[in-house]
Nanobody, 120 residues
Framework: QVQLVESGGGLVQPGGSLRLSCTASGINVNMNVMGWYRQSPGKQRELVARIDSNGTPNYADSVKGRFTTSRDNAKNTVYLQMNSLKPEDTANHYC??????????????WGRGTQVTVSL
């Protein structure tokens, strides 16, 4: 059974930093594409960052230069380091795993999310 558990959200002032963690069980984070998504009320869930099995990251334009995703294979955990946070970064942040491939199909797994609030 695949489980993804996020942690690290909270309230931070504009310009501050947070580090989100996503610990996986049932899969290996270094063998799958691991992503971070966010959703705020009234908006669609959007991709923030992801890291593939080769360790190559990519980012949404809105967070490039501010956010960094990484992974610790020994801890089976993926991270999202968020710097220079802005009020528009306020959202519930979700960890995602895309398991499989084009031949056997891809199954998406989601964590329950962790809330990030950027406010004075």
């Amino acid at each position: 059974q695949v489980q993804l558990v996020e942690s690290g959200g909270g309230l931070v002032q504009p310009g501050g930093s947070l580090r989100l963690s996503c610990t996986a069980s049932g899969i290996n984070v270094n063998m799958n594409v691991m992503g971070w998504y966010r959703q705020s009320p009234g908006k669609q869930r959007e991709l923030v960052a992801r890291i593939d099995s080769n360790g190559t990251p990519n980012y949404a334009d809105s967070v490039k230069g501010r956010f960094t995703t990484s992974r610790d294979n020994a801890k089976n955990t993926v991270y999202l380091q968020m710097n220079s946070l802005k009020p528009e970064d306020t959202a519930n942040h979700y960890c995602n795993a895309a398991v499989g491939n084009a031949w056997v199909g891809i199954t998406l797994y989601w964590g329950r999310g962790t809330q990030v609030t950027v406010s004075l």
